[in-house]
């Protein structure tokens, strides 16, 4: 059974950054892709970003919003992330999940259980 679990939620004020941490266990992490995903109070969760499992290639939901980036360390396990210039709006809970396959473009497979943001104005 793959494991996921994020880290790295918290309350910050409008304006500020967060770096949201996912590790999944599993010796064959590079060859999955992995995926964020947030949902706000009473919405529908949403992609946000993918990754390749190698790394090399990135999808966002929204390629003119510079203000998310995700990235991973193989070696650790890890995928990352970062939030910069957060908006009141961002507010949501952020999971973190593995894709069925190295593409970004992959389906969600095994899924965190959630890391809360809260961003005040």
């Known amino acids: 059974q793959v494991q996921v679990v994020e880290s790295g939620g918290g309350l910050v004020q409008a304006g500020g950054s967060l770096t949201l941490s996912c590790t999944a266990s599993?010796?064959?992490?590079?060859?999955?892709?992995m995926g964020w995903f947030r949902q706000a109070p009473g919405k529908e969760r949403l992609f946000i970003a993918a990754?390749?499992?190698?790394?090399?290639?990135?999808y966002y939901i929204d390629p003119s919003d510079s203000r998310f980036a995700i990235s991973r360390d193989n070696a650790k396990n890890t995928v990352y992330l970062q939030m910069n210039n957060l908006k009141p709006d961002d507010t949501a809970v952020y999971y973190c999940?593995?894709?069925?396959?190295?593409?970004?473009?992959?389906?969600?497979?095994?899924w965190g259980q959630g890391t809360q943001v809260t961003v005040s104005s």
């Open positions: 599993g010796r064959t992490f590079s060859e999955y892709g």
């Open positions: 999940a593995r894709l069925r396959g190295p593409s970004p473009g992959s389906e969600p497979d095994y």
């Open positions: 990754i390749s499992g190698p790394g090399g290639s990135t």
